[in-house]
């Protein structure tokens, strides 16, 4: 392991990958701080440009952009009260009481201290426990594979929406989208209806682009909310280390939360950010200050959202299973090298995990010496008119997806499941479950299948073995017992 | 129904390419009726999706213009079409000054071509213009 690891940070200081992680960070910085793009979403946007770069470059500054940007949605959350990333909108509630008070600078030193201590909590027990957990994947056979799977989809698409069965019909979407193209099993070509284009299927760099960013487009369109603009100052006064001293024990406790919510399938650093002030607020000396200006109400869910993106990487590397967009990204960006995801790739391609592991602090780090100089470029990149911002957005959408493969048709396919997002999102299913159940469509397939050709096509597979019996009940039980409840709940009011 | 055009499955496996796709139309089927059970139990307002302003229609039918023509503008056009479809987005959203429209389109047009052009080799696509 040692060895590897030594091998992952040689490879993450080499000028290139210092340079790419260097672009990943402004990048961002830039995509964290404007109100609609999500981490997600900037991660998706730079997805086509990693064709060209190695494997472990192109994973390296997906997780540079996946950190600044989980950091920098707090900077607009501090100063103008709009969250810059959905895991930010907690951040507004004592944030921004912080700069009213004018101790904005404060708050931002907060949030970027507690987004260092918690990344570099997280990439610690990343290291500890990706490489156990990927022995025990490699004991699982492909029943086990599919209960996981269907068990990561049931959690994403129960914790994403208003409604589970929306989000489950989406993220079945998702899986139907993935089966277009040949079957690997057979050769034989499904849902093509002749056209050549679509013999490989969709591009999974289409189609995570275009749910993710063109669908945001045009929901932003369409909002006619204006754009909040910044228009006051900041104090240049940061916390010092008397203020931040006391604050070290719930950033180390919201660091191990958000770590471990990261790890747990659908969760993400929205869930993780929530629960992280709530049991701040719980721990803390002075719980009448949250709401009001504490800087604990800061600390602990910044630290718990750049905690969890390590945390995202767990079921990633060890199973091959992507628990969140962000991963899914990560996967996708694998997939576009024909490197195979789980735990088959710490014996393949270690440079590319040890390298991600390396590069994950690198980011940290320059995430930590990046955060303080880009205050005042983010704060006229946040007050950007909405018309240049969705401009871009779209510009980098049609030149992106084209540059992968110089394919109008790929542009086609982004722009299609973009308008395919945005109605979904407009009816509130779930673009996100939509985009999990792509990625991890040809994974539960293919699972599903070889657990039928193990046991001669019989389905007792699922239940005979324990692991995927526990796995598969959980989902149902994750599915269903909303449902319960809201049915109990709509007889018995009648 | 397109499944079922599609072949059985081989000799070694007993449920085929398109035994998983009609799996998942089944699912998204008993969905659907728990859907519709979900609709006439739960109150109204559970179902209803709310909206704090009126959206803004020009805008989103204006945005949602330029991503039908930006195919056809891309294949005719190849790079020239990225000012259009910048400015194009610019206008549909609210933006009225000449002078920024078409700077910022001329801008971020030079910014793809040295980025993706330039810094990334992908071979620049010049539509009618290369033939």
């Known amino acids: 392991m040692w060895d590897n690891l030594a091998l992952g940070i040689q490879e993450a200081l080499t000028w290139q990958s210092l340079g790419l992680m260097l672009l990943g960070t402004v990048w961002g910085f830039i995509g964290g701080a404007l109100p609609g793009i999500q981490a997600s979403t900037a991660m998706a946007l730079v997805l086509p440009l990693t064709w060209g770069m190695p494997p472990a470059g192109a994973l390296m500054m997906l997780a540079a952009v996946y950190v ?6 707090s900077v607009p959350a501090i100063l103008i009260k709009t969250p810059g990333t959905s895991a930010a909108v907690v951040t507004t509630f ?7 008070q004018g101790k904005g600078g404060k708050a931002l030193s907060v949030s970027l201290y507690g987004g260092f201590i918690g990344g570099i909590i997280g990439n610690v027990m990343l290291i500890a426990l990706v490489l156990p957990l990927s022995r025990v994947a490699l ?9 996981f799977a269907c068990l990561g989809l049931a959690l994403v698409s129960s914790l994403g929406g208003k409604s589970v069965i929306k989000g489950l019909a989406s993220a079945t979407f998702g899986v139907m989208a993935a089966t277009v193209g040949i079957d690997p099993f057979t050769g034989t070509a499904r849902f093509t209806f002749g056209s050549q284009d679509l013999t490989n299927g969709f591009e999974a760099t289409a189609v995570l682009v275009g749910l993710l960013a063109v669908g945001e487009v045009l929901v932003q369109a369409r909002d006619a909310t204006p754009v909040q603009r910044f228009t006051g100052t900041v104090s240049r006064a940061l916390v010092t280390w008397r203020e931040f001293r ?15 919510i990261g790890v747990l399938p659908g969760a993400g650093t929205t869930v993780a ?7 701040a607020r719980r721990w803390s000396k002075h719980p ?3 709401g009001k200006g504490s800087l604990e109400g800061v600390a602990a869910p910044e630290t718990a959202n750049n905690a969890c993106v390590p945390g995202a990487m767990v079921p990633l590397l060890a199973f091959g299973i992507p628990g969140s967009n962000s991963a899914a990204i990560m996967i996708a960006a694998l997939m576009l090298h024909g490197v195979t995801p789980g735990p088959m790739l710490f014996e393949k391609d270690p440079q590319v995990v ?6 994950l602090f690198v980011a940290t780090f320059m995430m930590l010496a990046m955060g303080r100089l880009c205050i005042k470029p983010l704060l006229k990149i946040v007050s950007v008119d909405k018309s240049i911002l969705l401009g871009a957005v779209l510009t980098l959408v049609v030149v992106g997806t084209y540059s992968h493969q110089q394919s109008l048709f790929e542009v086609g396919t982004a722009l299609g499941f973009g308008v395919a997002g945005y109605v979904m999102s407009r009816y509130d299913f779930s673009p996100a479950a939509c985009v999990l159940g792509f990625v991890l469509g040809p994974i539960i397939e293919s699972a599903f299948r070889r657990a039928l050709i193990l046991s001669d096509g019989s389905l007792m597979v699922f239940v005979t073995s324990p692991v995927a019996a526990v796995l598969l009940l959980v989902a149902v039980l994750t599915f269903s017992l909303p449902l319960v409840r809201a049915a109990y709940g709509a007889l018995s009011r009648r | 129904m397109a499944a079922d055009n599609l072949p059985p499955g081989a000799l070694f496996e007993q449920v085929g390419t398109a035994f998983f796709p009609k799996l998942l139309a089944g699912f998204l089927a008993v969905l659907s009726v728990l859907l519709m059970a979900s609709a006439r139990l739960l109150p109204a307002e559970a179902n209803e999706v709310i909206e704090d302003e009126p959206p803004d229609r020009q805008a989103f039918y204006g945005t949602l213009a330029v991503i039908l023509l930006a195919i056809p503008a891309w294949s005719v056009l190849g790079l020239f079409a990225t ?4 400015a194009g987005t610019m206008v549909a959203n609210g933006a009225r000054r000449p002078a920024q429209i078409v700077a910022v389109s001329l801008a971020a047009t030079v910014v793809v071509y040295l980025v993706f052009f330039r810094l990334f080799t992908v071979p620049v696509p010049l539509g009618l213009f290369g033939r």
């Open chain 1, 68 to 73: 600044a940007a989980e950091y920098s949605g």
């Open chain 1, 354 to 359: 040890y390298g991600l592991f390396a590069g």
């Open chain 1, 246 to 260: 006391p604050l070290l024990p719930i950033t180390l406790l919201t660091g191990v939360l958000g770590m471990v």
């Open chain 1, 273 to 279: 950010s929530l629960l992280a002030y709530s049991e």
């Open chain 1, 288 to 290: 009448e200050l949250f």
């Open chain 2, 83 to 86: 000012p259009l479809i910048m």
């Open chain 1, 94 to 100: 004592d944030g921004y009481a912080l700069q009213l």
């Open chain 1, 139 to 147: 004991s699982f056979g492909p029943a086990e594979y599919f209960a």
